[in-house]
């Protein structure tokens, strides 16, 4: 069996196998692009890795060795050899790019023998000494798990003995001096020995990319981006390239177009004299690439040139790393970049407009998630210019955000739990921050570039982040920072925006966005394609208002249990709620009437003629009722009645398990006075908005939680029954319909029976998850992490749909009711409404229409498409 490929082997389609970095170093060497040679050990390696136990076997141990003496012919070098020695790296390499979570090891082959060959063939004893103490540093650090910052702080010291800022001042003895003290130092730590054999070193490297797929921060990393866990990552072993030989040389990474707003410029940042790992880390600051073109003018156009090459081929937006040793550029990775929503829009877009792809990939491009960035909110101009600005950093994930801030993770994960809202504040962020970074509403660093860890993790989070923020002088074990003369300390509220690099003082209020230039036109396009009607749950005119500018064509649950919780009228609905008779009841209902009736005009008047579908009170009753003594007090109070009556009454009314108990249409069965109520409002709200403003309402009344026939039989005909009323009396029609959600499994069960009285069916998939599982909505959270985590669930069904069991309902229920009823209107309201995957398999299935949240609207048109496509 084959597992190792030399770059020759390969190509750009064989990612799976040899990981997106192997796959690519292949693709560019195939066409001719200037790439140092190397090998993929493939992932499958890895999971044999895993298989026998975490040992790599002897026969991917030789194909290793035959590809390094391949190697070895190509440079011409020998690897572990005195005069002229064969260095590499090892790099990890998955298959979805996780950057910045798995880990590299660079120079490997040195010892104290190599290093003086080295220092002879290069003639440059300082840069062989700076490379090898970089590869004990790194070789101690991922291989050994000795903690970075005891590696730093020996370079540190060394450094304040020698006075000097920059480690490139020190000199070849200090550089010796180093050495030692890191072989110390892995022995002190390691108990081992730092390994001289380059052969060992290797197998040792490899074994440590191997265990990296499964250290926590590539786990964690895993789950925030469902990515599964077991692809196993490559690894890649390349001859290594210089960029710290002098001033002549140095290492880069670009963008070919820009990552944060799509603009088509190269976009990126070099250091002179440094290897790789110097930019990602962001420990000093890099220079913008457009500096390169006065350095080294023939190595900027070469590179420039190659950009456009290689956006050409993978027709996409490509994250280029580069290294120039001694004036000769070099390619050591591309792939296509990370980006936020903003930039993915505007190059999708562009691209098609340039004729690079086409409308459809163009579509299929944006990731629909993402794109609920677009949505977020910006600062109000009005607020923002009476802001007090207290620094300016790199914009380097944009949004706007306000919340106290914390100076490190565990601090910022706590704060964010308990409810606030949370900014992040750190020197720079390490892989170790994820979390913190989680949980924060954004991120704001003191150092590191656009391309910095911080940088790179939040665009690809779509978090509001400012990074290299060098004019706050943070303290991090003092918990503040200073801007200017003042102190901000932990809790106190800042406010930062990511378009500008903007951080100001306190808190300032944001607004909404809305779909305009690339944003709209993307929009369009996936309407083009799309099958699926995407609808809104609003129960506001603010929020169908929203919703209609986020292109809703409707609303597919208006929940009218809200509105009774308004200021002004929940004292008649509790008066309802705990009258003794029916005439008491219809009293307080009569008072509710006309604010039901205000609320339905409100709505209808912000949907125009689009479909409203409005679901008669669903929850259990004592919902609406205080709990505390002192609150029943003073109800009882406003009411008239006796306390201890009262909280009789309410204590009645409690339910051991409400959300199976008395709610939904049971109400309806046993009060329909509500529904009575409803209804009327329902139906003169339609007439008086047809009378005033012309606008032809066909209001779609929906009865919740209904499991048996006769339950939407006898609902159904007091609907009617109340609407012919109304109408006949004010003399005009409403083209009304009447339907029911299935929610109930019976329901799905017995869908033919139950069309025969709804012309239209939602699936209400919040209720119809909770009863198909047995887990209650409120107490699940309980223990679906652990689930999750012991992957009995990939995700949680309450969030995505469970295709295979209550997929299985609605599927059924689908095809039940279109044999009873050719025509029934089928759509979704649950959460999973406006969840891509779920959309996909409603697309599939063939419901008519989705019906999600106002700021989901957009996602959910996109994912339509992307289903359709
Ligand atoms: C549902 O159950 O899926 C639904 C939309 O109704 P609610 O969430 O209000 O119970
Ligand atoms: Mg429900």
Request: glycine share 8%; hydrophobic share 40%.
């Amino acid at each position: 069996k084959k597992y190792v490929y030399f770059f020759s082997e390969g190509n750009k389609e064989m990612k799976s196998l040899l990981g997106g970095k192997g796959a690519n170093l292949a693709e560019m060497n195939k066409i001719g692009l200037p790439v140092p040679p190397g090998f993929t050990i493939t992932t499958k390696a890895c999971n044999r890795y895993y298989e026998c136990d975490r040992e790599i076997d002897k026969e991917i141990k030789e194909q290793i060795f035959n590809n390094l003496k391949i190697l070895e012919r190509e440079t011409g070098k020998v690897f572990g050899d005195s005069e002229n020695p064969l260095l590499v790296s090892v790099r990890s390499g998955a298959v979805i790019s996780m950057p910045g979570m798995m880990d590299t090891v660079l120079n490997l082959g040195l010892n104290d023998i190599t290093v003086k060959g080295l220092s002879k063939k290069t003639n440059n004893e300082r840069f062989a000494y700076d490379s090898y103490r970089r590869f004990i540093q790194m070789f101690g650090d991922v291989v050994l798990g000795i903690p970075k910052y005891k590696f730093d702080s020996v370079l540190e010291k060394v450094k304040m003995e020698k006075r000097v800022e920059n480690d490139t001042e020190l000199t070849i003895d200090d550089l010796r001096e180093m050495i030692k003290k890191y072989k110390d130092l892995i022995k002190k730590e390691a108990r081992i020995d730092f390994p001289d054999n380059p052969e060992e070193q290797l197998m040792m490297a490899v074994k440590a990319v191997f265990d990296s797929w499964n250290n926590s921060r590539a786990i964690v990393y895993r789950k925030i981006n469902d990515i599964p866990h077991h692809l196993g990552t490559a690894v890649n072993v390349q001859s290594m390239v210089f960029g710290n030989m002098g001033e002549n040389s140095g290492t880069g990474v670009a963008f070919t177009r820009h990552p944060s707003t799509g603009k088509k410029e190269i976009f990126g940042e070099f250091l002179l004299n440094a290897q790789g790992e110097d930019v990602v880390a962001g420990i000093r600051t890099p220079k913008p690439i457009s500096e390169l073109k006065n350095i080294m003018p023939k190595v900027y156009d070469e590179f420039v040139k190659i950009t456009e090459i290689l956006e050409n081929h993978y027709k996409d937006m490509q994250d280029i790393e580069f290294t120039i040793e001694e004036g000769k550029l070099y390619i050591l990775q591309t792939r296509n970049g990370k980006r936020t929503a903003k930039a993915a829009v505007n190059i999708a877009v562009d691209m098609a407009n340039e004729g690079l792809i086409d409308k459809k990939t163009a579509v299929m491009r944006i990731d629909p998630q993402q794109i609920g960035q677009l949505l977020y909110p910006t600062f109000k101009s009005e607020e923002l210019k009476k802001a007090k600005k207290i620094a300016e950093g790199l914009p380097a994930s944009p949004g706007a955000a306000t919340g106290k801030i914390y100076f490190n993770a565990e601090d910022a994960v706590k704060a964010a739990d308990s409810g606030e809202k949370v900014i992040l504040v750190r020197v720079e962020t390490s892989p170790e921050d994820i979390e913190g970074m989680v949980k924060a509403e954004a991120i704001l660093t003191a150092r590191g570039g656009m391309t910095s860890h911080a940088a790179v993790v939040a665009r690809g989070m779509g978090k509001c982040c400012v990074a290299g923020c060098g004019e706050i002088r943070i303290e991090e074990h003092n918990k503040l920072f200073r801007a200017g003369d003042k102190v901000y300390r932990e809790g106190d509220f800042i406010s930062i925006d990511g378009n500008t690099g903007k951080v100001y003082e306190g808190i300032i209020e944001t607004k909404d966005a809305d779909l305009i230039g690339n944003f709209g036109v993307l929009m369009e396009w996936a309407d083009e394609f799309r099958r699926l009607r995407v609808r809104t749950n609003a129960d506001t005119p603010r929020d169908s208002e929203i919703a209609v500018k986020f292109g809703a064509e409707g609303i597919g649950l208006c929940r009218t249990e809200h509105m009774f919780f308004k200021e002004n009228r929940i004292l008649a609905v509790r008066e309802m709620i705990i009258s003794k008779t029916v005439e008491e009841r219809k009293k307080a209902l009569d008072k509710l009437l006309p604010f039901q009736k205000e609320d339905f005009i409100g709505i209808f008047r912000a949907m125009g003629c689009r479909p409203v579908t409005i679901r008669l009170l669903d929850p259990p009753l004592h919902e609406f009722l205080p709990n505390k003594d002192e609150d029943i007090k003073i109800l009882a109070k406003e009411i008239g009645v006796e306390f201890n009556a009262l909280k009789d009454k309410i204590e009645e009314l409690k339910e051991f398990n409400p959300m199976l108990g008395h709610r939904g249409c049971r109400l309806g069965i046993t009060y329909p006075e509500i529904y009575e109520m409803q209804v009327k409002a329902i139906i003169l709200a339609a007439i008086e908005v047809k009378e005033k403003f012309g606008i032809e309402i066909k209001p779609e009344i929906m009865i919740p939680l209904v499991g048996i026939e006769r339950e939407i039989e006898i609902i159904k005909q007091l609907i009617n029954q109340t609407a012919e009323n109304i109408m006949s009396e004010k003399g005009m029609k409403i083209a009304y319909k009447v339907g029911t959600m299935i929610e109930v499994p019976r329901a799905a069960l017995i869908a033919d029976k139950i069309a025969k009285h709804a012309e239209f069916f939602s699936f209400g998939t919040n209720d119809l998850t909770q009863m198909t599982f047995g887990f209650s909505r409120d107490d699940s959270g309980k223990f679906i992490n652990e689930y999750r985590e012991k992957e009995i669930f990939e995700k949680d069904p309450f969030a995505r749909l469970d295709q295979v069991g209550v997929g299985k309902l609605v599927e059924m229920a689908i095809n039940l009711g279109r044999q009873t009823r050719k025509d029934i209107k089928l759509g979704i309201c649950g959460e999973h409404g406006g969840e891509p995957q779920s959309i996909d398999f409603f697309h599939r299935i063939g419901l008519d229409y989705v019906s999600c949240s106002p700021y989901r609207v957009p996602i959910a048109r996109l994912a339509a498409a992307q289903a359709a496509i």
